[in-house]
């Protein structure tokens, strides 16, 4: 089947987004606020920062969270689990004073399932704040991760396997005086991701496009690790259903990339974290 993909030519990163123009090989780089991307304001911690300080999660103050969602999810008629990622993913932000907002779905695989999933988590109304290992009280971006299994005739969710850590050690840095590169720039990466794509046949099946945000750590000497592939979905009238299979086809793609040309921060070579955005369109 002939590919056709979308490489949009933001460069996005986890904290700020950067404008990028290519300008004679090089670019020309501004800041940009972009809360669509998944960018963080100021002082919003991730939640997997938070872990690897040390410090606590936010946790829901009306007991087992999941037990909450599964009592109070109406499953919508019909459903059935036949895919080879049932996951779901939402993201909110958790306020010092335990309250919620900015609730959506990152990535899942059943729409209606997952937009019902939501609108049971919104009703989580009060959290315990997450805090850092000295006990500071932060703002928090919080993704609760679950999968749906099938028991009995019911589906039910459970929490996801924690991810793995990260495999990097030492500084990396969000933003640099010069970005990492993939090697020949922005015509040869969207050469090589167009040639390598292998649109998967689940997908096609089921109609699937869309995009998605690849996360990953460029080091100082150009590897790339701890590739991670999210899709943002609102479940609003432009959220197309995209689903993890196409996350994790993203992701094998950056995995099988070449060294990139790390990032440089006052001139010398330094470990960089990149979102690339890769866009799934069927023909």
């Known amino acids: 089947m002939k590919k056709s ?17 290519e300008n004679g090989g090089g670019f020309e780089q ?7 991307a998944g960018i963080l304001e100021d002082d919003l911690v991730k939640d997997t920062h938070l872990l690897r300080e040390g410090g606590t999660l936010p946790k829901y103050s009306g007991g087992d969270e999941w037990q909450y969602i599964n009592d109070n999810v109406r499953l919508p008629a019909g459903i059935i689990l036949n895919r080879s990622d049932n996951s779901v993913i939402t993201h909110f932000i958790v306020e010092k004073d335990g ?22 988590v919104k009703t989580m109304t009060k959290w315990h704040p997450g805090k850092r290992a000295n006990g500071e009280i932060v703002r928090t971006t919080y993704l609760l991760n679950g999968v749906y299994k099938q028991e009995n005739g019911k589906i039910k969710l459970y929490p996801s396997p924690p991810l793995p ?9 969000v933003t640099a005086d010069k970005l990492p590169q993939f090697p020949g720039g922005i015509s040869a990466m969207k050469k090589f991701i167009s040639s390598n794509m292998q649109y998967p046949a689940e997908a096609i099946k089921h109609k699937e496009e869309g995009n998605v945000m690849v996360q990953f750590i460029v080091s100082p000497t150009g590897e790339i690790s ?12 432009k959220c197309t259903g995209t689903s993890l299979v196409l996350a994790k086809e993203a992701e094998r793609i950056v995995k099988s990339m070449p060294d990139w ?3 440089e921060n006052k001139g010398k070579k330094v470990a960089t974290r990149y979102v690339l955005p890769i866009s799934f369109k069927l023909p």
């Open 5 to 21: 993909i979308l490489i949009l030519f933001s460069l996005l990163f986890v904290i700020n987004a950067l404008n990028a123009k």
């Open 30 to 36: 501004k800041a940009l606020k972009n809360e669509t």
């Open 99 to 120: 309250s919620v907002n900015s609730f959506s779905t990152y990535a899942g695989t059943y729409p209606a399932l997952d937009a019902e999933v939501l609108r049971v």
């Open 165 to 173: 850590p990260q495999q990097y050690q030492g500084e990396v840095f």
């Open 226 to 237: 701890d590739v991670f592939g999210v899709v943002r979905c609102r479940h609003n009238d």
């Open 261 to 263: 040309i790390p990032g």
